[in-house]
């Protein structure tokens, strides 16, 4: 378990500085595109299409992130009142429902439609569409990460008789 949490210690911190750098960047295009357009008159449509893009890039590599820290909405009425075996099925139940989303949706659709608009090209940037929508199964594959984690996490839970999975396991915050 402590091999897995060195990893995904890792794999957080990547995930955090694309985050951070993808914001950053983010923040710098929109400047620019405010200035182009209102002090200079000329909106550049590539900073404006690239920040669209990064925008949806930081949401679905933001999600797996939260996801990872533990971070995200969750109703805990039921897990709240859980202990032992029943809690542990719960958090199984979740995580398995949540690898076969990552799997399906996110890997197997994410490739799908990334491979099918490779052959278009975006208007602005003159770059495949399909490296836009190549987002999708990156977030998926990271996602599967850390709900094989929390799996591993809950497992190793149990037998500590620990109820429920910490936020901060093995995060960076």
């Not at 209102?38 to 920040?51: G, Q, T, V």
């Not at 925008?55 to 897990?79: C, N, P, Q």
């Not at 989303?101 to 799908?112: A, E, N, T």
Request: glycine share 6%; hydrophobic share 55%; with cysteine.
């Amino acid at each position: 378990m402590q091999a897995l949490t060195a990893v995904k210690r890792v794999v957080d911190k990547v995930m955090e500085w694309m985050c951070i750098i993808i914001l950053a960047v983010m923040t710098v295009l929109v400047t620019y595109q405010v200035v182009t357009r209102y002090f200079f008159n000329k909106p550049s449509a590539i900073s404006e299409a690239l920040a669209q893009y990064l925008f949806v890039w930081m949401i679905m590599y933001g999600s797996a992130y939260v996801f990872g820290l533990r971070e995200h909405l969750d109703i805990t009425v039921l897990k709240d009142k859980l202990h032992g075996v029943p809690l542990l099925l719960v958090e199984l139940l979740t995580n398995v429902v949540l690898i076969l989303f990552s799997l399906v949706v996110l890997m197997y659709g994410g490739k799908m439609v990334t491979a099918q608009q490779m052959g278009t090209v975006d208007a602005a940037l003159q770059i495949p569409m399909g490296v836009i929508y190549s987002a999708i199964p990156i977030s998926g594959v990271f996602i599967l990460f850390y709900a094989i984690y929390n799996i591993f996490l809950a497992f190793d839970n149990y037998k500590k008789g620990q109820s429920g999975i910490s936020k901060d396991a093995g995060s960076t915050m």
